[in-house]
C-alpha cells in the first residue's frame, strides 16, 4: 500500500510562474518530508526537507509547506526555470526507511 | 569525491543467473540503502544498513540479498534472477534523515 502519493504525474508551467507539485500522505509517524530532482538516466538529487514539527522550510527558489492535519506537503518553486524541468519526487522517513511517491514529472516551458 | 558509484551500468542475465551489484561511497556514511525504481511506482526500498554488520528488510526484499563488512561497500546479490526483477537499481547513503540521500548513478537490470 503507497504510503507516499502524487497523484500528478505531470506538470507544465510558463518559465516565471510559479510550479507547485503536491504529495500526500498516510503514516502520521513520518519523521522527515523530503524533495528529490531527477534527470533521465541519473539517480535523484535531494533539494529539500522538512521536520515534522514544522510547517514551513525555504531554500533559494524551493519552498516546501507540510500540512500535517491534512497530511500533505507541497513543493514551490518561484521562479520557475526551464532547468528545473525533471522529474521531482516526494519521499518521507520513518524507522530509518524512506518511502518514495511515484514522481511529477516538470516541464517549464521557455 | 567520487560519491556513491554503482557498477555495472548495464547488465542483462537470463533467469536463474545470479549476479551482483556493486556499490561503494566514499563520504563515510552510515546509512546506506538499495532501492528499485519500476515505471508508475516510483522508488521501493529493498534494503537498507545503518552501519557496518547491520542490516535489514525494506519495502521489497524477496529474491535479494545484502552484507556490509565495510562502511564504503554495500553489494546487493540477486540470487537468482527472475524477469519480475527486471528493474533500474539504485544505491544510495545518508549522513542524516535530514540531509536526505545522495544516490549513485543507477543500474538497469534486463532479465530475460
Known amino acids: 500500500d503507497q504510503q507516499v502519493k502524487q497523484n500528478s504525474p505531470s506538470l507544465s508551467v510558463q518559465e516565471g510562474r510559479i510550479s507547485i507539485l503536491n504529495c500526500d500522505y498516510t503514516?502520521?509517524?513520518?519523521?522527515?518530508f523530503l524533495w528529490y530532482k531527477k534527470y533521465p538516466a541519473e539517480g535523484p538529487t535531494f533539494l529539500i526537507s522538512?521536520?515534522?514539527?514544522?510547517d514551513k522550510n525555504e531554500d533559494g527558489r524551493f519552498t516546501v509547506f507540510l500540512n500535517k492535519s491534512a497530511k500533505h506537503l507541497s513543493l514551490h518553486i518561484v521562479p520557475s526555470q526551464p532547468g528545473d524541468s525533471a522529474v521531482y519526487f516526494c519521499?518521507?522517513?520513518?524507522?530509518?526507511?524512506?518511502?518514495f511517491g511515484t514522481g511529477t514529472s516538470l516541464t517549464v516551458i521557455p | 569525491n567520487a560519491g556513491v558509484t554503482q557498477t555495472p551500468k548495464f547488465q542483462v542475465l537470463k533467469t536463474g543467473q545470479s549476479m551482483t551489484l556493486q556499490c561503494a561511497q566514499d563520504?563515510?556514511?552510515?546509512?546506506m540503502s538499495w532501492y528499485r525504481q519500476d515505471p508508475g511506482m516510483g522508488l521501493r526500498l529493498i534494503h537498507y544498513?545503518?552501519?557496518?554488520?547491520?542490516?535489514d528488510q525494506g519495502e521489497v526484499p524477496n529474491g535479494y540479498n545484502v552484507s556490509r563488512s565495510t562502511t564504503e561497500d554495500f553489494p546487493l546479490r540477486l540470487l537468482s534472477a527472475a524477469p519480475s526483477q527486471t528493474s533500474v537499481y539504485f544505491c544510495?547513503?545518508?549522513?542524516?534523515?535530514?540531509?536526505?540521500?545522495?544516490f549513485g548513478p543507477g543500474t538497469r537490470l534486463t532479465v530475460t
Open positions: 544510495a547513503s545518508s549522513y542524516r534523515e535530514e540531509t536526505g540521500e545522495y
Open positions: 503514516n502520521s509517524m513520518f519523521d522527515y
Open positions: 522538512i521536520s515534522s514539527i514544522k
Open positions: 519521499a518521507a522517513s520513518a524507522g530509518n526507511q524512506f518511502y
Open positions: 563520504m563515510n556514511h552510515e546509512y
Open positions: 544498513s545503518v552501519g557496518a554488520g547491520i542490516t
